[in-house]
Nanobody, 120 residues
Framework: QVQLVESGGDLVQPGGSLRLSCAASGSIFSINVMGWYRQAPGKERELVGR??????IYADSAKGRFTISRDNAKNTVYLQMNSLKPEDTADYYC???????????????WGKGTLVTVSA
């Protein structure tokens, strides 16, 4: 089965940087979309950014500070986070829409999450 595994979550100081990665593995024919969501304590999960084809979109809170990139050969998506703020503290979840065979439609998959804490 398809699995998404995140890594890179850590405790960082305000203004610091962090790079998250997410690798998809298992039965993968093609990946339509890869991206990142986050969920802060007591709040709903929200979009950070995602890549679909040649188009990348970001939440307003991420524009100018965060960059999403993708390595298609490794089925991996990255989230480079700069100028981190305390309000960026959240569990960060990898998302992908994946076709598991050439005759299947894309299906949604989620990672288990990795914790990013921004605090002095």
């Amino acid at each position: 089965q398809v699995q998404l595994v995140e890594s890179g979550g850590d405790l960082v100081q305000p203004g610091g940087s962090l790079r998250l990665s997410c690798a998809a593995s298992g039965s993968i024919f093609s990946i339509n979309v890869m991206g990142w969501y986050r969920q802060a304590p007591g709040k709903e999960r929200e979009l950070v950014g995602r890549i679909s084809g040649g188009i990348t979109i970001y939440a307003d809170s991420a524009k100018g500070r965060f960059t999403i990139s993708r390595d298609n050969a490794k089925n991996t998506v990255y989230l480079q986070m700069n100028s981190l703020k305390p309000e960026d503290t959240a569990d960060y979840y990898c998302y992908a829409n994946i076709r598991t065979s050439r005759v299947s439609l894309g299906m949604d998959f989620w990672g288990k999450g990795t914790l990013v804490t921004v605090s002095a």
